[in-house]
């Protein structure tokens, strides 16, 4: 069964940092690819990071850009977001996703989701 | 490419049937899906390449259209479908989605 459980969210600082984690189980990340979606409170999903079955590619959105990272270890089975720089705005639930095989995009598995709130 | 989703919410008493619509700004041939999402969880896949159900959604959801007009039909609405609803544009980065449709009774 596949399963994605977020971890490392809270409350931070805006200029501050945090690490998230995505634990995957029921899949091999080197076969699929994870992609990173926040959504702001009332809005839409917003996809920011994703990265590759293959480790190679990484992709971001403009609005994180330099600021977040993607990345993984597939012998731990978890993808990480490190997020630097935060502001007010990237105060969001964020949510890590699995890709439909081929289809990078089309995230057919969801995790629960993490609140991360930005505030003084 | 922006989505964009009509309307923003759509009231419809339960038994009946109701038609979201959502809009690419360019052609997205068939690289569409739909999601569903209820307060406190994650959106949950329905439809992807347009028109194709996903594993163990309800016949009641069909989806429709491509190129830059779509289409997401619940035919006979149920009360564990009230729920907010998003298209997706997955076929390019950074797969974006429209602001949503809220489906209330």
């Known amino acids: 069964e596949v399963q994605l459980l977020e971890s490392g969210g809270g409350l931070e600082q805006p200029g501050g940092s945090l690490r998230l984690s995505c634990a995957a189980t029921g899949f091999t990340l080197s076969n699929f690819a994870v992609t990173w979606v926040r959504q702001a409170p009332g809005k839409g999903p917003e996809c920011i990071a994703t990265i590759g079955g293959s480790g190679g590619v990484t992709l971001y959105a403009d609005s994180v850009k330099g600021r977040f990272t993607i990345s993984r270890d597939v012998s731990k089975r978890t993808v990480f977001l490190q997020i630097n720089a935060l502001r007010a705005e990237d105060t969001a639930v964020y949510y890590c996703?699995?890709?439909?095989?081929?289809?990078?995009?089309?995230?057919?598995?969801w995790g629960q989701g993490v609140l991360v709130t930005v505030s003084s | 490419i922006v989505m964009t989703q009509s309307p923003a919410t759509l009231s419809v008493s339960p038994g009946e049937r109701a038609t979201l619509s959502c809009r690419a700004s360019?052609?997205?041939?068939?690289?569409l899906a739909w999601y569903q999402q209820k307060p406190g969880q994650a959106p949950r896949l329905l439809i992807y390449g347009a028109s194709t159900r996903a594993t163990g959604i309800p016949t009641r959801f069909s989806g429709s259209g491509s190129g830059t007009d779509f289409a997401l039909t619940i035919s006979s609405l149920q009360s564990e479908d009230f729920a907010v609803y998003y298209c997706q544009n997955y076929g390019d980065w950074p797969a974006a989605f429209g602001q949503g449709t809220k489906v209330e009774i």
């Open positions: 360019h052609s997205i041939y068939d690289n």
């Open positions: 996703a699995k890709g439909q095989g081929s289809l990078y995009f089309l995230l057919d598995f």
